[in-house]
């Protein structure tokens, strides 16, 4: 770490520590104090973010989201602050989300801070599954995908929308990776956090995607500003303007060009016309909200890797029209969705994780073995940053 | 212990034991077939001629015929095995990585075919070239002393990889060898790396193209990393003192030496300055061997591109070499 990310880092704690001790001194002004906590907060994170040419600390924005979190649940009542800095501090900074996430609940590591129970088996298991998926999965995915989105004016349709659905597995893995690589580290450690993702790619309508795609994102977002906002109790059209204005902050936490902003905003539409437009729930009209919703989320993810205007638009047209394909390219992608949906109901929102971690000790040496030789000959040679540890 | 923490100690041991067998079995025989500098040291480490002679030499040795010298040698009564060793790019302080390998074989001559880039300042010593050729070579590469102070520090953690290095450097070409292997069982269609074994076939390339004038005139004057002139001063640099350690350490050995710069061509050449030419020819008297400059002999229509030899050009260098290897071979013989 920087000395810039070591300041950054020592901010956030000291500004959330005092806060919430000067919450629990001076109940009546908790609200001026926790304004304050918010301003000094957001107000760093947008000088790092949206000012140019200053490098952008290391996990800034989630553990100042985990700072300001644990500021709300304070004056909220929900929580009594820690009286130790050294436990407020190791909250902030702690080491295994601190690069790429999740972003953490107070309560849920105040909670076990004391009682922790290590768990070396799903631990370790959550690790292997994290190396797969980030070096195996999406560090070659991205040999195929960066190359075209680099120079996408190059390509046509067909290596546009390939490379589109590459990157948005890529994205899934990457991410999903860093996170069970955390997880798994803080499990060995004691700590049972939440699952950041649950089958992203299996929902079937906008809003089963954001239950199920960096869960403490949109938890955090819509516990701190969608419910405060007034969710979705104040009418039919607040109620969308909110969904609105919550995604458009989402598209921005992860960066400050225009791509962001307007991905952000794509979703918050998604989102509100989900709200309107509510699919039977027959099997039939399940499979079609799977593929279209995955098909916007995909199509959202273009919008998501494009940051220059002209070659976003360059790839949206080919995107939305395909040209290219033959007719293997097709009977190949009817078998791939025909098998996503075939596993669909056989693996949906199962603890794959306790699963394996629970299976005999024998069965689990060979599949740790197996996992370990998997990620050492197939990972590339040169690996990828991790994608969100830019955010 | 714990179960689990038996099953995570027994899971990396098997993980290690998997990855030192699969690189035996699957990398090492494909690195063995498919790789140009593997094969040319498994030469220099399985040739058992008494009566060789060795052409050392960048891409532009490459259209020089072995076969012919030999034929020439052998109407002069000389017999000698002829091996064209040419490695793409090559330099003193690329070739000194072999030196060790190259004397232990035992040769009766070294013709040495050099350039004014081969001892240009090494500025640029390339990283993929040395990745993708000698990293996988560390547990043979023989270096001296003096040798290693030739390299940086990152080049000769590339040149000397210890044994878990190598393995891991290794594992890049599991994929590479697995595809091979498919394609040379006919299941897929892929390219496959041709590595030279022989050394001593027909060389001489059969191509006629005839190089663009202005073309090479735009190259000369750009003056890019990889082509003439370029600037040599009278002052040291890791390719002169590994030139110079090379000579000293074949003769010291036995080893014939005999130098010769290759024909430029005239185009490149007329871009060369007379201060680099004069610090060229000084840094050649030093190493007091035999020497014959090429460098004037070739037209402009004996090359295919700025610097490499067309079949014309490749015939009479071919034969030119051929001539001082009669003059000097002959004065050995006697």
């Not at chain 1, 001076?26 to 107000?43: A, E, Q």
């Not at chain 1, 360059?314 to 040209?323: A, G, H, I, Q, S």
């Not at chain 2, 030899?309 to 290897?325: E, K, Q």
């Amino acid at each position: 770490m920087s000395p810039l990310d070591v300041m950054s880092l020592v901010l956030v704690a000291a500004i959330t520590y005092f806060g919430n001790q000067l919450m629990i001194g001076c109940p009546k002004r908790r609200g001026i104090i926790l304004f304050f906590v918010v301003l000094v907060s957001v107000g760093q994170l947008a000088m790092f973010k949206y000012v140019s040419g200053v490098p952008l600390p290391i996990g800034i924005s989630y553990y100042t989201f985990m700072g300001m979190g644990y500021s709300i649940d304070v004056y909220r009542g929900k929580l009594q602050p820690t009286s130790s800095p050294i436990e407020h501090a190791v909250f902030i900074a702690f080491l295994p989300v601190i690069v790429s996430g999740p972003i953490l609940r107070a309560k849920d590591f105040f909670g076990q801070l004391h009682n922790r129970v290590p768990d070396l088996q799903r631990g370790i298991t959550l690790i292997s599954i994290g190396l797969i998926m980030k070096f195996v999965i999406a560090d070659n995915l991205a040999l195929f995908a960066d190359p075209i989105f680099t120079t996408p004016l190059k390509f046509g349709s067909r290596e546009i929308i390939l490379a589109t659905f590459a990157f948005g597995i890529q994205l899934y893995c990457d991410f999903g990776g860093y996170c069970n690589i955390a997880l798994g580290v803080a499990q060995i450690l004691g700590f049972k956090f939440p699952a950041n993702f649950n089958m992203p790619y299996l929902a079937s309508s906008p809003q089963d995607f954001w239950h199920r795609w960096n869960i403490s994102l949109s938890s955090w977002l819509r516990d701190y500003l969608y419910i405060p906002l007034g969710g979705n109790r104040k009418g039919e059209l607040r109620t969308h303007l909110n969904l609105i204005i919550v995604m458009a902050v989402c598209g921005l936490w992860h960066g400050s060009t225009l791509n962001f902003l307007v991905w952000g905003v794509y979703h918050g539409a998604l989102l509100s016309v989900n709200r309107l437009v509510r699919l039977p729930g027959s099997r039939v009209f399940s499979i079609a909200g799977l593929l279209i919703t995955q098909y916007l989320v995909f199509l959202g993810w273009l919008i998501f890797r494009v940051r220059d205007p002209s070659k976003l638009a360059y790839c949206l047209e080919k995107f939305l029209v395909p040209t290219g394909f033959s007719i293997t390219d097709i009977a190949l992608g009817v078998v791939v969705i025909a098998a996503i949906l075939l596993a669909r109901d056989a693996i949906i929102d199962r603890d794959l994780i306790r699963e394996i971690s629970t299976t005999k000790i024998s069965y689990w040496t060979i599949c740790l073995t197996a996992a370990l030789l998997i990620v050492y000959l197939i990972s590339p040679v040169k690996y990828a940053p991790f994608i969100y540890a830019g955010f | 212990m714990r179960p689990v923490y038996l099953a995570v100690i027994a899971s990396l041991f098997c993980t290690t034991l998997f990855a030192v067998i699969i690189t035996q079995a699957v990398i090492d025989p494909y690195l063995e077939d498919d790789f140009t500098t593997v094969n040319m040291f498994n030469f220099y480490e399985n040739s058992k001629d008494q009566n060789k002679i060795y052409l050392l030499g960048d891409s532009i040795l490459a259209a020089v015929d072995p076969v012919s010298i030999k034929k020439h040698l052998a109407d002069n009564n000389l017999s000698y095995n002829i091996y064209n060793m040419h490695s793409g790019g090559d330099t003193p302080k690329h070739r000194i990585v072999e030196l060790a390998k190259i004397a232990e074989s035992k040769p009766v001559a070294v013709v040495y075919c050099i350039e004014y880039r081969s001892i240009k300042p090494d500025d640029r010593f390339d990283p993929l070239k040395l990745e993708t050729d000698w990293a996988f070579l560390s547990d043979r590469i023989k270096l001296d002393s003096y040798m290693k102070s030739l390299f940086n520090a990152s080049e000769l953690g590339i040149v000397q990889k210890d044994p878990v290095s190598l393995l891991i450097y290794k594992k890049r070409f599991f994929l590479p060898a697995i595809t091979a292997r498919l394609a040379q069982a006919g299941l897929i269609n892929a390219t496959k790396p041709i590595a030279e074994t022989t050394y001593n076939h027909e060389h001489t390339t059969s191509s006629t193209k005839v190089a663009d004038a202005a073309a090479v005139h735009r190259l000369a004057l750009r003056q890019e990393d990889f082509t003439l002139p370029v600037w040599i001063d009278e002052g040291d640099n890791n390719n002169k003192r590994a030139l110079n350690y090379m000579v000293r350490y074949l003769r010291d050995r036995g080893i014939k030496v005999i130098l010769i710069t290759m024909p430029v061509n005239p185009v490149m050449l007329s871009e060369v300055s007379n201060y680099t030419k004069k610090n060229y020819i000084d840094m050649i008297k030093a190493l007091e061997c035999p020497y014959y400059d090429l460098e004037t002999t070739l037209n402009e229509r004996e090359f295919m591109d700025h610097n490499h030899l067309n079949h014309a050009g490749a015939v009479n260098t071919t034969s030119r070499i051929a001539d001082i290897l009669v003059r000097e071979m002959g004065n050995v013989s006697a």
